[in-house]
């Protein structure tokens, strides 16, 4: 296969999902698709192999492989009709976690099935015991809202009525559901006509020619990154604070093996699984390590299934990062994946240097709250991420203030969440001093500052690096670490939600009531430094302190050789 015809295919599969992705951004209901982009597109074979995705959000780029190998399994292709659409959201089916609905949109060209058009959402409300998804508390899968196997939602272009029905009667916020439903089917519909289009315009069998040569050209590109690595065994140990119901740490380890363009990932080691929501499934196991890889490899590789092929994954079942039925796994995908990405990347860290990183924040800070609108009668609900600072590198400072490794997503702007949501934003800026010093130093942490305005609400929050700071690298310090705290309206004193309301978690947590005049501060981590503070550039030094990136204390002490 030439490399231009390879290129000009595999740039617009590219840019089919990249479409795909758009359209479900424009025609969302809700923040945390208009704004904040938690989702993923993707074109498949009917095996299940990746054949293209968009650069969304890298923890389903990851798991978009497993999800649909163990898809297509289930599903009997032979009764799939030109026209139907399946939905699928169950973590012990290849699912990242509850709130991430898949639809499958099967994709025909003269009568032979050429593949799917796939797009995957983390959607807002879901059912289960708190509003917006993320029970802190959670004890089982069953807390965490409705499972749904593989189903048609649409057979033959037509509504299943029932599906529909049971979906909308299980959730709060019925009308937002249907809304962000519609807008995943459109990018399904988006991507089977744009993929149908593209397999006409070459035919049926020069198509999959071009996929197969991709899909290897991808593995070759990917065995020669590996290659690159020296060959051993790689090993790194991190934990999580805590999972909303025992308050003790859950530690995650990950042994890295390189033997020339081969790759294990084993987490052997691992806690067993914590009775808590902090589990990983089977698909966040795999997407994590997949993602750690992606990070420290050349970003131009085609993103499908053979670039994953070098690479395998070992993770223990009953673990933390693969959790039995019917354990709970909601924080899995969210804030156990980053960590486990990290672990990776630590391990790896001796044997590429200059590409290695310190972690960043690895916590997205989800905060979660739903009430009903006076003025209406409707439930409403968001899902808020807060970003974090990223960890210094070998040749440039940690990004401040942006989204987590596994999540790619932005904030809400301040303007549309006063607008949508019954909040006023009293504060919201960089920590000053937050990054982790070194030689380049961490990322800046964001603090936010909420008032409510309206209405009583309860609100979730499920987050961590509360306890444990974000770890520096080659010498670099820890970053800071994060804080939740409350202030009652008509007092003057900030608490934590463990002082306010005696929950065993600080950061995991579920239904906390709010009245108007309330307030919520939120800190996010910062990242870790890159090598020792002392050797960094005095003139760095100088601009950050101008800057109060740095405090006048850090200048003299830690930023100080001797």
């Known amino acids: 296969m030439d490399m231009v015809s390879l290129n000009i295919v595999g740039g617009i ?60 399994q289930e599903i009997a292709l032979s ?36 593949g799917f058009s796939v797009a995957i959402g983390h959607v807002c409300e879901v059912g289960g015991m708190a509003p917006a998804g993320f029970a802190g508390e959670a004890t089982e899968v069953f807390h965490e809202g409705l499972r749904v196997p593989p189903v048609k939602i649409k057979r033959a272009g037509r509504d299943v009525d029932d599906v529909w029905r049971l979906m909308l009667a299980n959730v709060r916020t019925p009308r937002y559901n249907y809304g962000d439903f519609r807008a995943l089917i459109a990018a399904t519909d988006l991507g089977e006509r744009r993929m149908a289009d593209l397999v006409r315009k070459h035919g049926v069998g020069a198509f999959r020619a071009h996929v197969a040569a991709l899909m290897d050209y991808s593995e070759r590109r990917m065995r020669a990154e590996i290659e690159k690595i020296p060959d051993g065994r790689y090993v790194f140990t991190d934990c999580m604070d805590d999972d909303g119901i025992e308050d003790r740490a859950f530690t995650i380890r990950a042994e890295v093996t390189v033997a020339g363009s ?44 053979g670039c994953f092929r070098p690479i395998r994954v070992l993770a223990p079942p009953g673990t933390v990062v693969n959790v039995n039925f019917p354990g709970p796994s909601v924080g899995g995908n969210t804030e156990t994946h980053c960590r486990i990405a990290n672990c990776v990347m630590g391990a790896l860290a001796p044997g590429l240097k200059e590409r290695s990183a310190a972690t960043d924040g690895a916590t997205h800070s989800n905060f979660l709250f739903g009430g009903t ?190």
């Open 79 to 114: 009764e799939l009709e030109e026209g139907d659409v399946l939905v699928h959201n169950d973590p012990y089916r290849g699912g990242l976690h509850t709130p991430e609905h898949t639809f499958f949109k099967p994709v025909f060209v003269e009568g032979s099935l050429i």
């Open 373 to 562: 609108d006076p003025a209406t009668g409707e439930f409403f609900c968001c899902y808020d991420l807060t970003p974090v600072g990223w960890g210094g590198r070998a040749f440039a400072d940690g990004n401040d203030a942006v989204g987590g490794i596994n999540g790619n997503c932005p904030h809400i702007p301040v303007e549309v969440f006063e607008y949508r949501f019954p909040w006023h934003v009293e504060e919201f800026r960089l920590v000053d001093g937050s990054g982790g010093p070194g030689t380049f130093r961490g990322g800046l942490a964001l603090s936010k500052t909420v008032r409510s305005t309206g209405t009583p609400m309860t609100f979730s929050y499920m987050s961590d690096r509360q306890k444990v700071s974000p770890w520096g690298i080659h010498g670099g310090h820890e970053g800071a670490r994060a804080e939740l705290l409350m202030m009652r309206a008509g007092t003057e004193e900030w608490l934590t939600v463990t002082q306010a309301f005696g929950k065993v978690s600080p950061s995991k947590f579920a239904n906390v009531p709010i009245a108007p005049g309330d307030r919520i501060r939120i800190s996010s981590p910062a990242g870790g430094g890159w090598g020792p503070p002392e050797a960094r550039d005095p003139e760095r030094v100088r601009d950050d302190l101008l800057d109060e990136f740095i405090t006048p204390e850090q200048a003299c002490t830690v930023y100080t050789a001797g």
């Open 262 to 305: 081969d790759l294990v990932v084993d987490y052997y080691g691992s806690s067993p699984q914590a009775k808590g929501p902090i589990n990983g499934t089977l698909g966040v196991a795999f997407g994590a390590a997949y993602n750690a890889v992606l990070q420290l490899t050349d970003s131009t590789i085609p993103k499908n299934s």
């Open 13 to 72: 599969l590219v840019s089919i999902c990249r479409d795909m992705g758009v359209t479900l951004m424009r025609t969302s209901y809700s923040t945390i698709f208009s704004e904040s982009l938690d989702f993923t597109c993707g074109l498949a074979l009917p095996t299940g192999e990746l054949v293209a995705t968009g650069d969304f959000c890298p923890s389903m780029i990851g798991g978009m492989p497993l999800l649909l190998r163990s898809c297509v």
